[in-house]
């Protein structure tokens, strides 16, 4: 098999992905993950399968990975099918582009949506429409959930990403820092960080000792992104979201924080030597989020968010501690700063779990099975359910996939997404 991979790299022109075993350099894991798979699948299965990376700019990628240099989407799927590859693999957008699945038909070649964010609505509909499109891989179970009753019902399936552990085996012990929390992310709205502004006042009251490292910035998906007078964030983001929480008088960040910056691999001496991490509270736009496995994966605690794909790559009360609010956050800050016990067993537990789930010997495994069931026109294994009914709105959609699956061959018939997206729009009509 040749599968055709599009990375689209035009925003990191200088970002190195010519080593995806030293981990994610610092950019989104959208962009790592899409150099990483096909440099895996060389590295595991070269014997059945020859990938192709087609990218904006070639000269930072896996040199043992064949790659092509296209201008945008629609030329790499035009430039798949002139080599003759087996499969077309592409990240949706949350909006589809013009014309381009109209393309895949003419084309007839035989594609693989990964979908790292969730589609709008109109863009699931016309993913399920394209004939071309003949499986949507989700990176997490509850991302899979989100669109059991959607019309693509019968294309979906989800693999999650891969994960390296070797580095992290390999590596000596590191002292932890007393009372130390290190946040790793984005510093973008959807990653939550301000959510942890506002809890960081709450940790001070019960430990005033303890210190916030701040890794990461609003240029890890954009390198050219305009940031406020912190360096940190978008300027209005900043002002509004971070500075109220974390300036002292001279409105510089409190004594008790520190900003890193972007970083690279570097980030993981870090990780060792810290009491816990943060990543992502919110769980907005989170699906299988890197940042959440590499805390883990260092033997690190982690603290998050109750939601969305942090309940699946997140294990409450085994790698780390889960929460709702602002106030569950500060608290479950405190409660690992306070109890070395469950520090210890927490952060004991992570990389154990985050190679049994994410090892890339499996995850290659699935991919090479999926493309193989495509190539003998069979439709991608279904996920079985979760046993959380009560989450985001689950029984719903459980409930309405059945409708979809019968009444929605013959009709249009909404979704759950849909319904709460158009109670939204009425509610704000109204107002």
């Known amino acids: 098999m040749r599968p055709a991979f599009y990375l689209e790299n035009k925003s990191i022109l200088n970002v190195k992905l010519d080593c995806p075993e030293n981990g994610n350099p610092g950019c989104g894991g959208t962009e790592f993950l899409f150099a990483a798979l096909p440099h895996y699948l060389q590295k595991i299965h070269k014997n059945a399968v020859s990938p192709v990376l087609l990218a904006n700019h070639i000269h930072n990628l896996p040199p043992e990975v064949e790659s092509y240099c296209v201008n945008d989407l629609t030329s790499a799927a035009q430039k798949a099918k002139n080599l003759g590859c087996t499969h077309f693999i592409f990240r949706p957008r949350r909006d589809a582009a013009?014309?381009?699945?109209?393309?895949?038909?003419?084309?007839?070649?035989?594609?693989?949506?990964?979908t790292h964010v969730l589609p709008t609505n109109k863009h699931i509909r016309e993913l399920a429409k394209c004939k071309a499109v003949k499986a949507v891989v989700c990176v997490e179970h509850?991302?899979?959930?989100?669109?059991?009753?959607?019309p693509l019902w019968s294309k979906l399936t989800y693999i999650v990403n891969g994960f390296d552990m070797e580095p992290f085996a390999q590596a000596a012990p590191l002292p932890r820092d007393e009372a130390t929390i290190m946040y790793l992310g984005a510093l973008v709205p959807v990653k939550g960080f301000h959510i942890l502004a506002r809890a960081w006042p709450k940790v001070l009251q019960r430990h005033p000792n303890a210190r916030l490292l701040v890794a990461g910035t609003g240029k890890v998906y954009d390198q050219d992104a305009p940031l406020g007078s912190w360096g940190l964030a978008d300027k209005n983001y900043e002002d509004k979201e971070i500075k109220p929480f974390l300036a002292g008088p001279d409105g510089k960040t409190t004594p008790s924080v520190e900003l890193l910056g972007k970083l690279g691999i570097e980030k993981f001496d870090?990780?060792?030597?810290?009491t816990l991490g943060v990543a992502n509270p919110s769980g907005l736009s989170e699906n299988c989020p890197g940042a959440a496995l590499e805390i883990q994966a260092c033997g690190t605690p982690i603290v998050s968010g109750a939601y969305y794909g942090m309940l699946d790559t997140i294990r409450h009360n085994e790698t780390g501690l889960l929460g709702k609010t602002v106030e569950d956050l500060a608290n479950n800050i405190c409660t690992i700063l306070e109890d070395k016990e469950l520090a210890s067993r927490l952060g004991n537990n992570g990389p154990?779990?985050?190679h049994q789930r994410y090892n890339y010997n499996k995850v290659t495994q699935q991919w090479l099975h999926l493309m193989e069931l495509i190539a003998l026109n069979q439709r991608p294994p279904a996920a079985p359910l979760k046993s959380n009914i009560f989450s985001h709105w689950k029984w719903a959609i459980y409930l309405n996939s059945v409708l979809q699956y019968t009444l929605g061959k013959f009709m249009f018939w909404p979704t759950i997404l849909e319904l709460k997206h158009a109670a939204i729009a009425l509610k704000r009509k109204i107002m």
């Open 98 to 114: 013009d014309g381009f699945y109209e393309l895949l038909d003419s084309l007839q070649l035989a594609t693989i949506a990964w």
């Open 352 to 354: 154990a779990f985050v």
């Open 270 to 274: 870090y990780l060792r030597r810290v």
């Open 142 to 150: 509850e991302q899979n959930e989100a669109m059991r009753d959607t």
